[in-house]
């Protein structure tokens, strides 16, 4: 079958990435025994790792950039997956985020610190980022950063991307903090904050942002003033807004039976790279960015939704009042 | 299933109008169909595709007659008129 030529590709860095290891239980998980396990799964994940799989699910081109040898099974996974990996220098061996599930749905996690970098590591990844990101409309910095990195990482590399592609930043915590106390100079064109994210640099509280979407249009705003291009701002259960210069819109979910919520923010995230890319209007890359967190929530895992899984006719997007 | 390939005719390609034209009479033949995997009904999906004027697009669907009406839009040049 043949499609549409790629008129847009997607490059993503993922500095902190992990090997997803599940094991499935057959009883309850207990301290000190020896348990025969079900069934143990592995995948190369990290919130760039996910866009770069739903891009290539809807037909993109992408590049991932990640500090990986080039002969690791995590390289290998991602280029028999159609993702083009660039990898550079690591400080060590891919961490390991383990889960532990039991019959009653009870998980455990067991994250992994991964390896301290240098800041020789650090240049060669951003170098890497840098020299490939003229390959991508959009250019997409997403999850935590490995220990050792300062936390104004992105909001250093930020400048260092501007005018070779779009930027999209997708982080939390004292990284999120660094971008955000470095305005506008760090501006990214889009910024994918959850409701957390939003308060923690907004200083409102996040339950109320998280209940009235028109509060959480507000505070980003004062982002948006403050030099970031777009705020699409995820607002779990309730949808999300999305924030530019010249509007406000919000859009809750379509009725959705959410099995798993992990990975539907980086699902929303593409949703909207994707429409961006396409030319469509703000309130249609709403449409699309909801659409896919709907469908993501509404499957196992980290699966990324495919095309036949979305339905943007059923979200509906309502233009939010600007004051 | 019955399935055509097909060059888009539209000059802008599968994308404003000539996906609207193409959607509404998708959405009202009974029979779902498909261009490459998308619901032609959803204007928006088929915008996601991004398919020029020119590109080959596959289009699908149980019923021959409804798969043969979209292909006749997707090949005409709907932004003519």
Not at chain 1, 49 to 77: C, K, M, Q, Y
Not at chain 1, 173 to 198: F, H, Q, R, T, Y
Not at chain 1, 280 to 308: F, H, K
Not at chain 2, 41 to 64: F, H, I, N, R
């Amino acid at each position: 079958m043949s499609s549409g030529r790629p008129s847009g590709r997607i490059v993503t860095l993922t500095a902190n990435p992990s090997f997803d290891r599940t094991v499935g239980l057959p009883g309850v998980l207990e301290r000190g025994a020896v348990h025969r396990v079900d069934a143990m799964t592995s995948q190369a994940g990290g919130k760039g790792v996910n866009i770069s799989r739903a891009a290539v699910s809807a037909g993109l081109g992408t590049v991932a950039v990640l500090p990986a040898l080039a002969d690791d099974p995590f390289v290998h996974e991602l280029e028999h997956a159609g993702i083009e990996c660039y990898p550079a220098t690591p400080a060590g061996e891919i961490r390991v985020n383990l889960t532990l599930t039991e019959p009653d749905g009870t998980t455990t996690k067991l994250n992994g610190p991964g390896a301290e970098v240098t800041a020789e590591h650090l240049a060669d990844l951003a170098d890497t980022l840098v020299a490939h990101a003229v390959d991508g409309a959009w250019t997409v910095l997403a999850g935590s950063l490995p220990p050792g990195a300062p936390a104004d990482f992105y909001a250093t590399l930020v400048p260092r991307l501007r005018g070779l592609s779009r930027i999209a930043v997708d982080t939390s915590d004292a990284p999120l903090a660094a971008l955000v106390d470095a305005l506008p100079g760090s501006a990214p064109d889009l910024l994918k904050p959850n409701a957390e994210e939003l308060a923690s640099v907004t200083g409102v509280d996040a339950a109320a942002l998280e209940a009235d979407p028109g509060a959480a249009a507000k505070a980003a705003r004062t982002l948006v003033e403050r030099g970031v291009g777009t705020v699409l701002a995820t607002l779990g259960s309730k949808g999300a807004v999305l924030v530019q210069a010249d509007g406000a819109w919000f859009a809750p979910p379509p009725p959705t039976v959410v099995v798993s919520t992990v990975g539907a923010g980086d699902s929303t995230l593409f949703g909207y790279l994707l429409a961006e890319i396409r030319g469509l209007a703000a309130p249609e890359r709403l449409a699309l960015a909801v659409a896919y967190g709907a469908a993501a929530a509404g499957l196992p895992g980290t699966t990324i939704p495919r095309p036949d899984d979305l339905h943007p006719e059923r979200v509906e997007v309502q233009p939010l009042d600007p004051s | 299933m019955p399935s055509t390939s097909v060059a888009v005719g539209s000059s802008v390609g599968l994308h404003a109008r000539p996906a609207a034209i193409i959607a509404e009479a998708a959405g009202g033949l009974g029979s779902t169909v498909t261009i490459n995997g998308m619901d032609a009904s959803s204007s928006l999906m088929l915008m996601t595709l991004g398919a020029k004027c020119g590109d080959t697009v596959e289009v699908a669907g149980e019923d021959e007659a409804a798969v043969a009406a979209i292909v006749a839009l997707v090949e005409k040049d709907l932004d003519a008129d």
